[in-house]
């Protein structure tokens, strides 16, 4: 257990995050082909981040960390070191985000025990997640006890404590329990990409939640502005992985000495100019989540419109980069051909029609048609 008066030796990199980042990813780029396995599991990758001490980054400073992404002012570093881990490799990306993401949650919605407890996860080099996907039955909290499982939950068989949603009678609870007990299941993982994320299902059945293991109030996970909002993280893990594939798609033109033609060069400028979209658009959406005073229902539909058309400017990409490149781009080893599965993998987000559907009412009810968007 993290004790907070226990002397915390700082490394540098824990001060830099943004090269502590661009030193795993050194790591994690050149294990990601033997990582494109079923079942694989990124320890080394882990250990580097741990290393680093990006998994106390989030944390705040009395246990270690800087408060990574906790707050406006450090939101755009985050983006950085998110782009950056996933530019190396989307499923480690994935992992880190999962991460973050359950720190923010506790440290709104938590107590100082509570992020102790995350403490006590990062100084034993283990990461935390978010695992709120549910099958049809969904998991509960009975009586101090949960009944049920939940499924898509990356790094399953190295996370310990996870901030799971569970149902209540009084609705949905986050929880923060040990769950060393569970029985994890990888073995339906056999996807078309991201098969480094661990992401399988798991049966909680039995393991017991205490008082203290319990954030917040019931409703809290799915609150405004964080919710939706947070998705900003993703769209910054996925455009690392989009910016790698604009840099191996100039090297293709350049290699094959196609850059002379100018259908393939029109075709690289369209692929040029959605790359930037979705940029600005991550940009955007973390700048406007992370923007406190902003209404709560500007901030999801502008975060929600990022997602849309970060999807369909890396959608665009993979299809230029396809046509420009033809069959090779499709062969192992090529590393187009693995990035583009795995980012294929991850774009598929919940609910993707409902937040559209959620931004267009917005802005119908809220905004004239000619104002700009969230623009003050
Ligand atoms: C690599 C990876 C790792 C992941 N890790 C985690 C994790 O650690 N924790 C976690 O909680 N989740 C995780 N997820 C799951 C993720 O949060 C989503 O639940 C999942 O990606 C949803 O994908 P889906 O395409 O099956 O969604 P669906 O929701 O089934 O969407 C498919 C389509 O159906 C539409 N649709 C959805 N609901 C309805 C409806 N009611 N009526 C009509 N149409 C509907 C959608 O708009 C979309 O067009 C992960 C996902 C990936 C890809």
């Known amino acids: ?97 999962g991460h973050v993401n359950a720190v923010r949650l506790v440290a709104r919605y938590g107590t100082p025990a509570q992020m102790r407890l995350l403490a006590a996860e990062a100084d034993a080099g283990r990461l935390s997640a978010v695992w709120n996907a549910q099958g049809t039955d969904k998991l509960r909290l009975v009586d101090g006890r949960l009944v049920g499982g939940k499924i898509y939950t990356s790094g399953i068989g190295i996370i310990r404590r996870p901030l799971l949603t569970a149902e209540t009678a009084d609705g949905t609870v986050m929880l923060l329990p040990d769950v060393a007990m569970a029985t994890g299941d990888l073995s339906g993982w056999t996807v078309l990409g991201m098969r480094a994320s661990m992401t399988g299902r798991a049966d909680f059945t039995g393991i017991a939640v205490a008082d203290g293991e319990i954030i917040g109030t019931p409703g809290d996970y799915y609150r405004s502005p964080l919710f939706a909002g947070g998705a900003w993280r993703v769209l910054a893990v996925q455009l690392g992985a989009l910016e790698q594939l604009m840099a191996l798609y100039r090297q293709l033109l350049g290699e094959r000495g196609r850059a002379g033609d100018p259908v393939q060069r029109a075709r690289f400028g369209e692929a040029v100019a959605m790359l930037e979209t979705a940029r600005l658009w991550t940009a955007r959406a973390a700048a406007v989540a992370e923007d406190s005073p902003r209404p709560d229902g500007e901030i999801d539909a502008l975060v929600n419109l990022a997602r849309y058309s970060f999807d369909r400017a890396a959608l665009g990409v993979i299809e230029r980069i396809q046509r420009a490149g033809g069959l ?49």
């Open 1 to 97: 257990m993290h004790n907070a008066s226990d002397a915390i030796v700082v490394p540098l990199s824990r001060r830099d995050p943004a090269a502590a980042a661009r030193r795993v990813a050194v790591i994690a780029a050149d294990l990601a082909p033997e990582r494109d396995t079923d079942f694989s599991v990124p320890d080394t990758e882990v250990a580097a981040l741990a290393g680093e001490g990006l998994l106390h980054a989030p944390l705040p400073d009395d246990l270690g960390g800087i408060g990574l992404g906790m707050d406006v002012a450090t939101a755009s570093m985050l983006r950085h070191v998110l782009r950056t881990i996933g530019g190396a490799s989307l499923s480690l990306g994935r992992l880190y985000e």
């Open 328 to 376: 090779s781009t499709m062969v192992r080893p090529n590393p187009i051909e693995r990035i583009v599965r795995d980012l294929t993998t991850y774009l598929r987000q919940p609910f993707p029609d409902a937040a559209l559907d959620d931004a267009a009412r917005w802005a119908l009810a809220e905004r004239p048609v000619h104002a700009d968007l969230g623009e003050r």
